[in-house]
């Protein structure tokens, strides 16, 4: 059996057994507005405060990178007023809240097509990406229009065109190859993998970054996600015994 867990504090104080990087399916807006009889958008407002929460008590907890899944390739399927207020919901983010990121020492990065969204959108994000860039307590990258089958096919396809053009031979071609062509080659594979509302799939999120993260499913909805919960959780991973396939 593994040692008992040490408390959170403990653990950050001594640097031990924090994972490096988390990564969570925020997933339950819908749902928690339904149980109070509030329009979907009232689920997403706070669904966004739940993020802020998260985002501060990241930091403070010593995490290196946080990743959260906003929006995926698979969402375009919903009903167009509403991934409209969810844009809508981005770009008040961004306007009202990378300030605090920037003197929380927070870097926002972004995975996924983005550039497919709306040029106005497409410019804040770039803007808040170049004004966060040299911020070093934490990383919170969003995936922002990403689907982890198109960004491993795209990985593929750069790696079929440097075989063909003789810059790789393909038999020495390796997993290190395909993670270093992935939009995440910058961070630490995720060691702790989060999703909300009870949820047990990964959704087209992170596939091959998470071949060996610890999976956490809880029940909570993503509205009532906070630092409780995220400390529960870091407290869960710490009890674990990884072994990455060995004994």
């Known amino acids: 059996m593994g040692q008992a867990a040490a408390p959170l504090e403990a653990m950050v104080a001594g640097g031990g057994r924090l994972p490096r990087h988390v990564a969570i399916i925020m997933d339950g807006n819908g749902r928690w507005a339904k149980k109070r009889l509030l329009p979907r958008m009232a689920g997403h407002r706070k669904g966004i405060e739940a993020a802020k929460a998260v985002v501060r008590a990241a930091g403070e907890f010593g995490l290196e990178v946080l990743t959260l899944y906003a929006f995926s390739t698979e969402n375009w399927s919903r009903p167009a007023e509403e991934v409209g207020e ?9 306007r009202a809240d990378v300030a605090e990121l920037a003197e929380n020492g927070v870097q926002l990065r972004v995975i996924g ?4 969204l709306a040029p106005d959108l497409v410019k804040l994000i770039d803007e808040a990406v170049e004004k966060t860039a040299s ?13 982890s089958q198109a960004e491993i096919t795209q990985a593929v396809r750069d790696l079929a065109s440097d075989a063909a053009e003789g810059r790789i031979d393909p038999v020495a071609i390796t997993a290190e190859h395909v993670t270093a062509r992935l939009e995440t080659s910058d961070w630490p594979a995720p060691d702790l ?4 509302s009870g949820e047990q799939r990964l959704s087209n999120f992170l596939l091959w970054q998470a071949a060996y993260a610890e999976l956490l499913f809880v029940d909570t909805l993503w509205p009532d996600f906070g630092r409780a919960e995220l400390k529960a959780a870091l407290d869960q991973y710490a009890r674990r015994e990884r072994r990455f396939g060995g004994l």
Not at 113 to 116: C, E, I, K, P
Not at 136 to 147: C, F, Q, S, W
Not at 193 to 196: N, V
């Open 135 to 147: 911020n070093t307590k934490t990383t919170l990258v969003i995936a922002l229009n990403y689907g």
């Open 113 to 116: 097509d983005y550039r497919a």
């Open 86 to 94: 969810l844009m809508g919901l981005l770009r008040h983010f961004i």
């Open 193 to 196: 993998l989060i999703r909300t």
